[in-house]
């Protein structure tokens, strides 16, 4: 595998009217091609704005931090993101290499204009295709995610279209422009339980058939074990874990994915109690002194918590954590 994007320390203000917010403090992962890495956290901690900042999307009161760098790796040689500028330098970052697909995919389609153009205007935006070709690879990527009969689909509206299908359609056209990268917002959230299955197992083909990396974002742990390799676990614009799937799930390091972990619902003991994290996650105007997550964390090991932030520590191999435990744990050793 190779090496697809590099995010350090990436970190996002916004100037709001009550204040300048954190939404992302000194973010780092990388994601290779062929990878689909979960991001993973409850609402508002910070994973949409993430994603977005790769294609530099974020609106005109976002602030990133000084030492932000993002690099993304193109068989031309690597692009520094955050140095992009014109409209013709982002088209590489948005709908080029990167292309994004929503929740909700009436977002994605002009209601007034036929799905089928709406696919042969991106092609033409951001290929060299023609019309003609662009809509020959239009509707074949309509029959690739599975939509019978993409001949007349192509000439339709996105209302006409069921829920599951318009998905599907937002995915083909994400996809026809051959990105490097898709970026998954809770593509599968609206969706019902056999759809959402079947549209993770189509973008699992993709991943496999294009090579491309996804970072597929969710707040539900259960999702990202049937579709990533690797997962990053947010909290309050904070990365707490991060690892792969299988070592995070059966052996969680941080307390927050603990309790991500143990508020889901099992099928082998449908009488267990569900244990909800206690609380809610704090406003991004009060964030916590020391680690963010204390003031909910039930593993809190003295006043260090709300004192001194935790650094990134390795807790196996490519599986590491941000808290003060694995600190102590270390120095008891
Ligand atoms: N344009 C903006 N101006 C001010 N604050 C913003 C803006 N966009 C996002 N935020 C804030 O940044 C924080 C992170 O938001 P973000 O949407 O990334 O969270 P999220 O983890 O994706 O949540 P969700 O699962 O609800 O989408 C939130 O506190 C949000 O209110």
Redesign the pocket.
């Known amino acids: 595998m190779s090496r697809l994007i590099d995010v350090e320390n990436l970190t996002l203000q916004?100037d709001?009217d009550e204040g300048r917010?954190t939404?992302v403090d000194n973010v780092s992962f990388s994601l290779e091609a062929g990878e689909v890495m979960g991001l993973v956290?409850?609402?508002?901690?910070?994973?949409?704005?993430?994603a977005k900042s790769l294609m530099k999307l974020?609106?005109r009161?976002?602030i990133y931090g000084p030492d932000t760098k993002i690099t993304l790796h193109l068989e031309d040689g690597p692009v520094d993101v955050m140095s992009l500028q014109t409209d013709a330098e982002m088209k590489i970052v948005r709908g080029g290499s990167i292309s994004l697909i929503f929740q909700e995919p009436m977002a994605s389609f002009a209601p007034a204009i036929s799905i089928g153009d709406q696919m042969v205007e991106q092609l033409m935006i951001h290929t060299d295709f023609s019309k003609a070709q662009s809509r020959e690879l239009s509707v074949e990527m309509l029959d690739r995610v599975g939509i019978s009969d993409p001949g007349t689909r192509f000439g339709q509206y996105a209302f006409e279209l069921s829920g599951g299908m318009r998905q599907r359609a937002m995915i083909a056209m994400a996809l026809s422009t051959k990105p490097k990268l898709l970026i998954a917002?809770?593509p599968t959230t609206a969706l019902d339980v056999t759809i959402q299955a079947q549209v993770i197992d189509l973008m699992k083909d993709l991943v496999t058939e294009f090579g491309m990396g996804i970072i597929f974002?969710t707040?539900d742990l259960g999702v990202i074990a049937q579709t990533a390799d690797k997962v990053a676990v947010?909290y309050l614009?904070k990365l707490v874990e991060q690892g792969s799937v299988r070592d995070v799930i059966r052996r969680p390091a941080h307390p927050y994915t603990r309790g991500l972990l143990a508020a889901l619902p099992t099928l082998d003991d449908i009488d267990a109690p569900l244990t909800p994290i206690p609380g809610d996650i704090p406003s991004?105007l009060e964030r916590p002194s020391g680690c963010v997550y204390h003031t909910r964390c039930q593993e809190v090991i003295g006043a260090r918590c709300s004192v001194e932030a935790p650094q990134f520590m390795t807790v196996d191999t490519n599986h590491a954590a941000a808290c003060h435990i694995h600190d102590a744990n270390e120095g008891a050793a």
């Open positions: 916004f709001t917010i939404a956290g409850e609402s508002g901690s910070g994973k949409s704005v993430t974020n609106p009161n976002a917002d809770e974002i707040h947010m614009g991004p």
